[in-house]
């Protein structure tokens, strides 16, 4: 299949790696030159790239009509007669494109539906190239005891409860109200509640991995099991990059339970033979043609699924999605890390977009296969594998109307799209930052986007 090539200049990087994002959260194969050694075969590369796309996108701006080579691409797209589709960043539209009807998006908005709609004319919405992960071995007949009957789970969870209240009463608290009321939970079948200790923060974000109760080999057989978020503040946001994380400001959160994985397969499943959920909206992954039913992936995330969905499936569980500030806390702690385990990217503690890595997945993994990139609180997946929905809508300069501190924020109380967090196998290293916020519409459900639930303490 076929794929859309971006031209643009190296200075609207930061737009352009949303637009990529989108375009891969819309189903679309794209290439850009981000994974390309300068040198002499650089040219070659890119017009051979140009030459076999099937669509191009050429970001105006006023650095990329500056640039030669946007230049030279442009020329070269409308010599080979591709199907163009220029969108205005900033500056006037240019000249060659005054009679083509061009996008505006000198606010920095990415494109609408009705633009994506169009360019799946030229450029079909399927993605390729991508050597499939070797499959993981059948799983073995289990020896062990069946899973716990719900009434035994239930008293577990009980038990569970009383001790960490008797915990609760020594850890000093601050009596904060909720911005807006959170809908009561639905009563549904209970699972294991695990506190994990909160560890001692450096006043820097650290690069050595934070140390969990229970190893992921342990813990992966019960895939529901939670995480405490002790109550407190934390830095929201970011001052150091994009504009929809502006600015960093104090956050206020009670304490809660998150799971410490993402949702699997396995998990929704049995969700879905209480006839409470629907089943994914495709059994396939990008690189598998069976996934969802297929034992071997049963502790692998759940995908398909939209946002409505994922909200039934959290209330089925007498949980619900986290907030946008209660997924971000969870993923950085108190200390303003950038990435889940510290301040730069490694690519052996999350599942994501490194073309240049022999060992690159090109597709999902199975939850906790990257122990050192767990967060502060042992949660696992918070950078890379899939995106995880969350309970706000999404409102880009949505932190410029906060206050300096904030209690248990809600999101804005009107929109169109939901915030995903955390980025995918497919994303770039951007996007796995902790601060990092995307979107994308409710009823979507792709191959990129799962989720997680939380629960009130």
């Given at each position: 299949?076929?794929?859309?090539?971006?031209?643009?200049?190296?200075?609207?990087?930061?737009?352009?790696?949303?637009?990529?994002?989108?375009?891969?959260?819309?189903?679309?194969?794209?290439?850009?030159?981000?994974?390309?050694?300068?040198?002499?075969?650089?040219?070659?590369?890119?017009?051979?790239?140009?030459?076999?796309?099937?669509?191009?996108?050429?970001?105006?701006?006023?650095?990329?009509?500056?640039s030669?080579?946007?230049?030279?691409?442009?020329?070269?797209?409308?010599?080979?007669?591709?199907?163009?589709?220029?969108?205005?960043?900033?500056?006037?539209?240019?000249?060659?494109?005054?009679?083509?009807?061009?996008?505006?998006?000198?606010?920095?908005?990415?494109?609408?539906?009705?633009?994506?709609?169009?360019?799946?004319?030229?450029?079909?919405?399927?993605m390729?190239?991508?050597?499939?992960?070797?499959?993981?071995?059948?799983?073995?007949?289990?020896?062990?005891?069946?899973?716990?009957?719900?009434?035994?789970?239930?008293?577990?969870?009980?038990?569970?409860?009383t001790a960490?209240?008797?915990?609760?009463?020594?850890?000093?608290?601050?009596?904060?109200?909720r911005?807006?009321?959170?809908?009561?939970?639905?009563?549904?079948?209970?699972?294991?509640?695990t506190?994990?200790?909160?560890?001692?923060?450096?006043?820097?974000?650290?690069?050595?991995?934070?140390?969990t109760?229970?190893?992921?080999?342990?813990?992966?057989?019960?895939?529901?099991?939670?995480a405490?978020?002790?109550a407190?503040?934390?830095?929201?946001?970011?001052?150091?990059?994009?504009?929809e994380?502006?600015p960093?400001?104090?956050?206020?959160?009670?304490?809660?339970?998150?799971?410490?994985?993402?949702?699997t397969?396995?998990?929704?499943?049995?969700?879905?033979?209480?006839?409470?959920?629907?089943?994914?909206?495709?059994?396939?992954?990008?690189?598998?043609?069976?996934?969802?039913?297929?034992?071997?992936?049963?502790?692998?995330?759940?995908?398909?699924?939209?946002?409505?969905?994922?909200?039934?499936?959290?209330?089925?569980?007498?949980?619900?999605l986290?907030?946008?500030?209660?997924?971000?806390k969870?993923?950085?702690g108190?200390?303003?890390?950038?990435?889940?385990?510290?301040?730069?990217?490694?690519?052996?503690?999350?599942?994501?977009?490194?073309?240049?890595?022999?060992?690159?997945?090109?597709?999902?993994?199975?939850?906790?296969?990257?122990?050192?990139?767990?967060?502060?609180?042992?949660?696992?997946?918070?950078?890379?594998?899939?995106?995880?929905?969350?309970?706000?809508?999404?409102?880009?300069?949505?932190?410029?109307?906060?206050?300096?501190?904030?209690?248990?924020?809600?999101?804005?109380?009107?929109?169109?799209?939901?915030?995903?967090?955390?980025?995918?196998?497919?994303?770039?290293?951007?996007?796995?930052?902790?601060?990092?916020?995307s979107?994308?519409?409710?009823?979507n459900?792709?191959?990129?986007?799962?989720?997680?639930c939380?629960?009130?303490?």
């Amino acid at each position: 299949m076929g794929y859309v090539f971006i031209s643009y200049s190296h200075k609207d990087k930061d737009y352009v790696t949303r637009l990529k994002e989108a375009l891969l959260q819309n189903g679309f194969d794209v290439w850009i030159d981000e994974h390309i050694d300068y040198g002499d075969e650089w040219p070659r590369i890119i017009q051979n790239s140009l030459d076999a796309s099937d669509a191009f996108i050429v970001v105006m701006s006023k650095n990329s009509f500056e640039s030669d080579m946007v230049q030279n691409e442009v020329t070269r797209a409308r010599e080979k007669k591709k199907n163009i589709f220029p969108l205005l960043l900033s500056g006037d539209a240019w000249l060659i494109f005054q009679a083509k009807q061009y996008v505006d998006v000198r606010d920095e908005s990415l494109p609408t539906e009705k633009f994506y709609e169009k360019l799946a004319h030229a450029a079909p919405r399927k993605m390729s190239g991508i050597t499939a992960p070797p499959e993981p071995e059948p799983l073995a007949p289990k020896t062990s005891a069946p899973r716990k009957s719900k009434a035994k789970r239930k008293q577990i969870m009980l038990m569970a409860g009383t001790a960490i209240v008797v915990a609760g009463l020594f850890i000093g608290g601050i009596l904060l109200y909720r911005a807006q009321p959170v809908a009561a939970p639905v009563a549904s079948p209970t699972f294991t509640l695990t506190a994990i200790p909160s560890p001692t923060l450096t006043a820097q974000p650290s690069d050595t991995p934070m140390p969990t109760a229970t190893s992921p080999a342990e813990l992966v057989e019960d895939d529901t099991q939670m995480a405490l978020v002790p109550a407190g503040e934390f830095t929201m946001g970011s001052d150091a990059f994009n504009a929809e994380e502006k600015p960093a400001h104090k956050v206020y959160l009670d304490d809660y339970y998150i799971d410490i994985y993402k949702v699997t397969n396995l998990a929704y499943k049995s969700c879905v033979d209480e006839t409470v959920c629907k089943p994914p909206q495709f059994s396939n992954s990008y690189l598998r043609p069976v996934y969802y039913g297929d034992a071997r992936y049963d502790y692998y995330p759940v995908i398909g699924v939209d946002w409505y969905m994922a909200k039934t499936y959290c209330e089925w569980r007498g949980a619900r999605l986290p907030t946008e500030a209660e997924w971000e806390k969870a993923a950085r702690g108190t200390d303003g890390r950038i990435y889940p385990w510290g301040s730069n990217i490694d690519q052996t503690r999350a599942n994501y977009n490194n073309n240049s890595d022999p060992d690159f997945v090109g597709d999902t993994s199975k939850v906790g296969s990257y122990p050192e990139g767990a967060s502060p609180y042992g949660v696992y997946d918070m950078a890379g594998n899939i995106w995880d929905w969350t309970a706000d809508l999404y409102g880009e300069d949505y932190y410029e109307s906060l206050p300096a501190l904030v209690a248990n924020p809600l999101g804005p109380a009107t929109g169109e799209y939901r915030v995903i967090r955390g980025g995918s196998w497919n994303s770039g290293a951007a996007s796995l930052r902790t601060s990092r916020r995307s979107w994308n519409a409710p009823s979507n459900a792709n191959i990129y986007i799962g989720f997680r639930c939380v629960k009130n303490r």
